[in-house]
């Protein structure tokens, strides 16, 4: 925090950061809106108050509810961005507002969103990139515009001029892989990369990534939905993978099968403790 900041405002930062690390995101959200009656232009308070305000809207089933805070959040961000045109910070917050804004539009104000936060992603991974949600960001961005359908591409191409650059699913996956380096007991990281290699055909990798999945202890009730979809994504994965080594097994040449004793079951075939 900003050694400028009056000691009433470096308190409430300090209270604003131990109520994040404590899972208080509305406490913390509140918080740093106090802070930002007394200094309105507190670039840490308003970005953080950016990301939290998409997190608690993000939580809601009401459409009405999500938009209103999913607003909050890019108007936060955008206040950050004026002061900070080139911050990681400012452009991450302004990404993630426009990205989850984005799943409740219709389809070409949808696509527009998609294009205009692409200059912000790429400034968040580029200037904060010991920011692992960035990473995690960029990928989703990259392999949502890699896979957009006939109607989107023509759209973009007629309207948006074209379709954004950047769209690749293979650097998604490893946007992804480095998320998950700098936080690895991140179960969502683990949820987003599983399922585009799942996707993509990197059947094995997907097992991989769920085992270590297995091994991070849920912290917060939505680390525990989290878990648990991976933990289902896993029994079809593995079933997939014990079937192909038994066709690949069956097509050997009888010179080159190997024998019953020799015969070592795949690591992710072993079934795991519950």
């Not at 930002?36 to 970005?47: R, S």
Request: proline residues 7%; hydrophobic residues 40%.
């Amino acid at each position: 925090m900003p050694a400028s900041d009056p000691p009433a405002v470096r308190t409430k930062l300090f209270q604003a950061a131990s109520l994040v690390n404590s899972f208080k995101d509305s406490e913390a959200l509140a918080m740093y809106q106090d802070i930002l009656k007394q200094a309105p232009a507190h670039y840490l308070a308003l970005w953080q108050a950016s990301v939290l305000s998409v997190k608690i809207g993000s939580r809601y089933s009401d459409e009405t509810r999500k938009a209103a805070y999913f607003e909050a959040a890019r108007q936060y961000a955008d206040r950050a961005l004026l002061l900070r045109p080139e911050g990681g910070e400012s452009n991450y917050a302004v990404a993630l507002a426009l990205f989850n804004q984005a799943t409740l539009y219709r389809s070409g104000a949808r696509l527009l969103a998609f294009r205009d936060l692409r200059s912000h992603v790429y400034l968040a991974t580029e200037h904060r990139p010991d920011l692992p949600e960035t990473w995690q960001l960029l990928g989703r961005w990259q392999y949502r515009v890699a896979h957009y359908n006939l109607l989107e591409r023509v759209y973009s191409k007629l309207l948006l001029g074209d379709v954004p650059d950047g769209g690749d699913s293979r650097e998604a996956m490893d946007d992804l892989e480095k998320a998950r380096k700098l936080a690895p007991q991140n179960l969502q990281f683990c949820y987003d990369l599983a399922r585009m290699c799942r996707y993509q055909g990197r059947r094995r990798r997907a097992i991989e990534v769920l085992h270590d999945a297995e091994k991070i202890p849920p912290i917060t009730s939505e680390d525990l939905v989290v878990s648990r979809l991976c933990r289902n994504m896993l029994p079809p994965l593995l079933r997939a993978d014990a079937r192909r080594q038994k066709r690949l097994t069956r097509d050997l040449p009888p010179s080159l099968s190997p024998g019953p004793d020799s015969v070592k079951p795949p690591v992710e075939t072993v079934s795991k403790k519950e």
